[in-house]
């Protein structure tokens, strides 16, 4: 099966600018996350969504983060203003609620440097 | 807030050398996950041990737990140079949402 794809790869922006992130699951993944891992430490979850509604928002800065996912497939990750702490990798990542032996798949990631 | 601490950071050994590196949480789970990540890319699922279970073996990774101790550790053996990468534990208390650790880095020397 095709893995999770997201893009771009890599983003440079300014702070305060304005920056969006894109996640494809995989098919029939019905659960998306996506995390924040900052440089040298463990992935944190931002939000889950089950299908397109949002399970668990409580760690999403919502004052700068918003995500949506729009018809229970695509996702995007938006941050505006973003500030030079927002630096991290993005992380998406999708699991088929009927197989939960194998974990997450997580995409390769959107790294994101604020200057 | 990070639920499991990987121990130790970072790992240094041989080629065909044995790696363990163990995961401490806090709060009870419903289970824990271990996690790959090469540099530059994403998590790799390894293998998910399940509260009731003490062992779980995949290929050349052993995994234990220990709910008393709020433990678990991953052994690698026979180490190869592909084997170099950082791991993580996740765990979860409702088998729903999973917290993941801090991370080993290991490094096998060729």
């Known amino acids: 099966e095709a893995g999770v794809a997201q893009s771009p790869r890599y983003k440079i922006i300014e702070k305060r600018q304005s920056v969006a992130f894109w996640c494809n699951p995989i098919?029939?993944?019905?659960?998306l996350y996506w995390y924040q891992q900052i440089l040298g430490q463990g992935p944190k979850l931002l939000i889950q969504?089950?299908?397109?509604?949002?399970?668990?928002d409580s760690q999403l800065p919502k004052d700068r983060f918003s995500a949506e996912r729009l018809k229970g497939v695509d996702s995007t990750l938006k941050i505006q203003p973003a500030k030079l702490e927002d630096s991290a990798v993005y992380l998406c990542?999708?699991?088929?609620?009927?197989?939960?032996?194998?974990?997450?798949?997580f995409g390769s990631g959107t790294r994101l440097t604020v200057v | 807030s990070q639920q499991g601490e990987e121990d130790p950071q970072a790992l240094s050994i041989q080629e065909g050398e044995n790696a363990t590196m163990n995961c401490s949480y806090k709060?009870?789970?419903?289970?824990l996950q271990w996690y790959r990540q090469n540099s530059g890319r994403g998590l790799v699922h390894l293998i998910l041990?399940?509260?009731?279970?003490r062992e779980k073996h995949s290929g050349r990774l052993r995994v234990t737990l220990d709910t008393s101790k709020k433990s678990s550790s991953l052994l690698i053996t026979a180490s190869r140079a592909a084997d170099t990468a950082s791991y993580f534990c996740?765990?979860?208390?409702?088998?729903?949402?999973?917290?993941f650790g801090t991370g080993t880095r290991l490094k096998v020397l060729a």
């Open positions: 969504f089950q299908n397109n509604g949002v399970v668990d």
């Open positions: 098919s029939g993944h019905a659960t």
């Open positions: 709060t009870s789970i419903n289970n």
């Open positions: 996740a765990t979860s208390p409702s088998g729903y949402k999973y917290i």
């Open positions: 990542a999708s699991r088929s609620p009927g197989r939960v032996d194998y974990g997450y798949t």
């Open positions: 041990i399940r509260s009731n279970e």
